[in-house]
Each structure stands twice: as structure tokens, then as C-alpha cells.
């Protein structure tokens, strides 16, 4: 961080001390060169202007602008006045805001936006929210780019990135927000070599690194694409799309989208009373609900199913009719592309094992006395 300030000319301590006891927090773009650059990756570009983040409000949720004031007054001392660039707009509107060039007009609970600049023409966008000191960083999450999705941390003197894919300069556009003059700030973005990407899987525990395929042993390994019906790369699939993963069976790898699979297989659910439901692969094989919904998480990106057992069950058909049919159940192992290359032991989610018949006892002879006797004789029983 002391590197990038330079150019503004800031005391470095004394701006750490101030952006601690204002409890704000640096983001955007700004931070974005720095975490890259903290990486040593080359950014693609310098920061011209820096956004601080800062609350408007106390706990209470009441107007408090001490907060708000000792940051301007630092930021006067170091030579930065306030510039007026934003002193007519409406913030708040976003479809109908006054400056439809304004980015800022785009984002919520924005009380107010000022911009300072000092004598080398060098910007710096204060940014006071309707919004607690306590979850600024949840704020930066909702960023429209996940790559501006970055912050500084001033007591570690650190940058951080929301996003994973951040790292490879790889970006997604936020879900949540509207798509509001998004088109120029995407190419911008692309100019800067970041690569627009689909929005990603969640996370359950840490995403798969795929970043890594290029070096990893899948040479002249191929997937059958069932859907497209043709046979793809295992190592171009997956470093496609985080959504591509791979099934294997027996000696036969399988490449699907995860939404697309997770759609069909939920559409094939039937619940096994021991077990508890199951859904069906395109291949009518059997996986329990824990390792279908693993499915959906970027932890993995290799499925094994090796078969586990096979019972006969009852299901309801039209009419109040029933069917005896056959599932077959599945033993699912997740790997990693690391520790598929690894030849590691991956997570195994197995069904409950098959209950094991009970004996059937003989039926107790029925006792029948004289007089009982007597009566099915005279009736011709």
C-alpha cells in the first residue's frame, strides 16, 4: 500500500491510523492493483483515483458524521479540497439518476459521494453510506464486477479479493445487480486483460484450483459429452467453465454442465425408505441426496461412481397402481483435479448399507378344539 501511495503524496502511517479509527475501508480498483500486484501479477493498468468506503450511520442506525469529518480533515491536511464533481447528483436513483454516466448512481445506500483532488491532480472518492462500519466488506460483495471486488486491510497492511478468480484475472458480472451501463465497464475491464466469465458454482469448503491443468497428467484423456454426443478433452472441458466436471464409470469418463445435470437429475428423484432419496445420472444410476447436491460445489471436478449395491423397490404409478423395479446405488468419490492426478483417495458418500432380510418364520398351526371340530364337519368345512 505505501508503494501506491506515493503518487499521492499521503503519510502512510498517519493514513493507516485514519482509516482504522474511521473503521472505512479502501475498494474498487484501487485495491484491485494492489492485490494483483501483491501476487505479482501485472494489473494491466495503473489506479487514477482511490475509493474510500465509510459509514454514515452509528449502531443505532442514527446520522453520525464524526467518522465522516475527521477523514476529511485528514485528507484536507495532506493537501486534498474537496472538488464539488458530485455536489448536484441524486446517488440514490439509479434508473433515473441526473448523470447517467456517473457509476456511482448504480449502487445502493450511498449517502453521499465527494471527490477531493490535490495539486497533482491526483483523486480520491469519498463514499458515505447508509450502511453499518461493521459490514463494509459484505458492501464490497456487491460490487457490479467480481473483480473490483477487492479491499485493503489496514491493520495487515493487506489486500484481499472476494472472488477466487480474481487471481487469474478472470470476471463475472454480480447476479444481484442491475445492468446498468455494464457494457462499457466490461470492456474496459477486457482492455485490461480480464477475462469475462460465468457466474461461479458455490463454495463448499474451497474451490478446486484448475489453474493447474496444463501440468497435470490428462494428456489424451477424453470425455463423452452424452449431450452434445461427441468426445472432448478432460483437461480443455474443465478449464472451460468451473460448471464443467467430469463422471467416471468403470473406464469411461462422462462430460456434463453441473446446472444442466443437476436439472435432469432432479427431475428423476424417488425415495428409498433406508436410504432416503436417490437421484438418477442420465445412466439410471443411483446416487444418494448428499452426493447429488456435492455436485454443485467447485470443491470437485471429478466424480467416480463405482457400484455399492442393488434393490428392489416399490414405486407409485398412475392410477394408484405399483411397480417393482430395480435401482441400482452408487458409491460416489469426489476428487479434485490435484488429487485425481495424485492418484489420491477422494471424498466417498456412500448410501446406508442394504438392510439384510429378516427370516421368515414358520406360521404357528392353528389349535382347534373338539366342539370347533364338530361344527366345520357338520357344514361340509
Known amino acids: 500500500m505505501e508503494v501506491l501511495l506515493e503518487p499521492y503524496r499521503i503519510d502512510f502511517p498517519n493514513f493507516t491510523q485514519h482509516i482504522q479509527d474511521c473503521r472505512a475501508l479502501v475498494a474498487g480498483s484501487f485495491a484491485l492493483v494492489g492485490y494483483l500486484t501483491q501476487l505479482n501479477v501485472d494489473p494491466g493498468f495503473q489506479a487514477n483515483d482511490m475509493d474510500i468506503f465509510i459509514s454514515g450511520i452509528n449502531n443505532e442506525g442514527n446520522e453520525d458524521n464524526d467518522s465522516v469529518n475527521n477523514m476529511i480533515q485528514f485528507l484536507n491536511s495532506q493537501g486534498f479540497t474537496e472538488n464539488g464533481k458530485f455536489a448536484n447528483q441524486n446517488l440514490n436513483q439509479s434508473q433515473e439518476r441526473q448523470d447517467q454516466d456517473n457509476y456511482y448512481g448504480t449502487m445502493n445506500l450511498i449517502r453521499r459521494v465527494m471527490s477531493f483532488t490535490n495539486a497533482n491532480d491526483k483523486e480520491i472518492q469519498m463514499i458515505v453510506l447508509n450502511y453499518s462500519a461493521d459490514n463494509l466488506r459484505w458492501y464490497i460483495g456487491v460490487f457490479d464486477l467480481s473483480c473490483c471486488q477487492c479491499y485493503w486491510e489496514a491493520f495487515t497492511n493487506t489486500f484481499h479479493a472476494i472472488s477466487h478468480l480474481t487471481n487469474e484475472k478472470k470476471m463475472y458480472v454480480n447476479p444481484v445487480r442491475k445492468r446498468i451501463l455494464m457494457d462499457k465497464r466490461i470492456e474496459k475491464y477486457q482492455a485490461r486483460g480480464f477475462k469475462l466469465v460465468e457466474y461461479p458454482c458455490d463454495i463448499q469448503d474451497g474451490a478446486d484450483p484448475r489453474s493447474d491443468l496444463a501440468s497435470l497428467p490428462f494428456d489424451g484423456l477424453t470425455a463423452h459429452n452424452i449431450l452434445t454426443m461427441d468426445d472432448v478433452s478432460v483437461s480443455e472441458f474443465l478449464a472451460e467453465s468451473e460448471w464443467n466436471i467430469v463422471l467416471k464409470t468403470g473406464d469411461q469418463f462422462y462430460a456434463f454442465d453441473r446446472k444442466i445435470l443437476m ?75 490435484n488429487k485425481w492426478a495424485e492418484r489420491l483417495e477422494g471424498v466417498h458418500m456412500a448410501p446406508l448399507p442394504q438392510p439384510q432380510p429378516q427370516p421368515r418364520l414358520s406360521p404357528k398351526p392353528k389349535r382347534y378344539d373338539r366342539h370347533h371340530m364338530d361344527y366345520m364337519w357338520w357344514f361340509g368345512n
Request: proline share 1%; no cysteine; charged share 20%.
Open 263 to 337: 436439472e435432469l437429475m432432479g427431475k428423476k428423484k424417488v425415495y428409498i425408505p433406508h436410504v432416503g432419496y436417490v437421484y438418477d445420472t442420465l445412466l439410471n444410476q443411483s446416487i444418494t441426496e448428499q452426493a447429488f447436491k456435492s455436485l454443485k460445489y467447485s470443491d470437485y471436478s471429478i466424480y467416480e461412481l463405482k457400484l455399492a449395491y442393488s434393490t428392489r423397490i416399490i414405486v407409485h404409478g398412475h392410477h394408484y397402481d405399483f411397480n417393482e423395479t430395480t435401482k441400482s446405488l452408487y458409491t460416489v468419490i469426489a476428487y479434485s483435479v
